[in-house]
């Protein structure tokens, strides 16, 4: 007598075409995931110029309101804070460094120009300090502008 026995299994086309259909499904994913990746990456660098564009700005916001005095010479500007500190920003390649005594940061920020000047209100009774910076950020200028008021007794120490 004999015993026919069967095992239940796949067929080597059955196999080939489960391969076949894995195949296609991971390279689906592999292309959405990569598209995805691009586009985070692209988000991600559009983004540390938008915050440090913001960083910048309320940097010399809270600069121009705790110094004392303003300088600008060529490719920097000194700030003479209160209490007797100095933070200075200077350009540097297409960064933008800002040095204090207890720190240093690097803004990602091209820096095409900076421009001090003293400014009249339209009624001539106060003086502001303007302090102008132009920015490239993606291949656009940006100015940013900063008033500092001047009060008398300033106005008397640089008459002397």
Same mark, same amino acid.
């Given at each position: 007598?004999?015993?026919?026995? %069967?095992?239940?299994?796949?067929? $080597?086309?059955?196999?080939?075409?489960?391969?076949?259909? /894995?195949?296609?499904?991971?390279?689906?994913?592999?292309?959405?995931?990569?598209?995805?990746?691009?586009?985070?990456?692209?988000?991600?660098?559009?983004?540390?110029? /938008?915050?440090?564009?913001?960083?910048? @700005? %309320? @940097?010399?916001?809270?600069? $121009?309101?705790?110094?004392?005095?303003?300088?600008?010479?060529?490719?920097?500007?000194?700030?003479? /804070?209160?209490?007797?500190?100095?933070?200075?920003?200077?350009?540097?390649?297409?960064?933008?460094?800002? !040095?204090?005594?207890?720190?240093?940061?690097?803004? !990602?920020?091209?820096?095409?120009?900076?421009?001090?000047? @003293?400014?009249?209100?339209?009624? !001539?009774?106060?003086?502001?300090?303007?302090?102008?910076?132009?920015?490239?950020?993606?291949?656009?200028?940006?100015?940013?502008?900063? %008033?500092?008021? $001047? %009060?008398?007794?300033?106005?008397?120490?640089?008459?002397?």
């Amino acid at each position: 007598m004999k015993n026919n026995k %069967y095992i239940a299994a796949f067929s $080597i086309v059955e196999v080939m075409v489960s391969m076949v259909i /894995t195949a296609i499904i991971i390279g689906l994913i592999f292309g959405v995931f990569t598209i995805v990746s691009e586009q985070i990456l692209k988000f991600k660098k559009e983004n540390e110029q /938008t915050a440090d564009f913001n960083r910048l @700005s %309320y @940097s010399l916001n809270k600069a $121009i309101f705790d110094s004392e005095k303003m300088v600008a010479r060529e490719n920097r500007l000194y700030f003479q /804070t209160y209490d007797g500190d100095t933070i200075a920003y200077q350009k540097e390649g297409d960064y933008l460094i800002r !040095k204090a005594q207890t720190f240093t940061d690097t803004f !990602k920020l091209n820096l095409n120009r900076i421009h001090l000047d @003293s400014v009249y209100s339209s009624t !001539k009774n106060k003086v502001f300090q303007k302090l102008e910076l132009e920015l490239l950020i993606n291949e656009d200028l940006i100015p940013l502008r900063f %008033y500092k008021p $001047i %009060y008398a007794n300033q106005l008397i120490l640089w008459e002397k």
